[in-house]
Nanobody, 108 residues
């Protein structure tokens, strides 16, 4: 099993930057991929890399099992709960793990 713990959310002003991190703990050797998703109130969860084109950077420190997200030029529509996701593959089976999420609120 894997546990994902996000941090770095909070209240940010429009035009500013956001830095989130997600630490994976547990059986991390079987993690095949990690990614960031977000969900705004009343909307479906979406992949950040596709929804924030040109303003985000996602990178992973493999030595620390930590996934990072940076978003620049924040907009009020970036408000939402940001979730870390890990795909876990073991014994020919694929599992998906989610963190509890961290709330980001962008004020105009």
């Amino acid at each position: 099993q894997v546990q994902l713990v996000e941090s770095g959310g909070g209240l940010v002003q429009a035009g500013g930057s956001l830095n989130l991190s997600c630490v994976a703990e547990g059986d991390t050797i079987h993690i095949s991929a990690m990614n960031w998703y977000r969900q705004a109130p009343g909307k479906e969860r979406e992949l950040v890399a596709l929804s924030v084109k040109g303003r985000c950077t996602i990178f992973k420190d493999n030595a620390k099992n930590t996934l990072f997200l940076q978003i620049n030029s924040l907009k009020p529509e970036d408000t939402g709960r940001y979730y870390c996701n890990a795909m876990y593959s073991k014994s020919m089976r694929l599992y998906q793990y989610w963190g509890q999420g961290t709330q980001v609120t962008v004020s105009s």
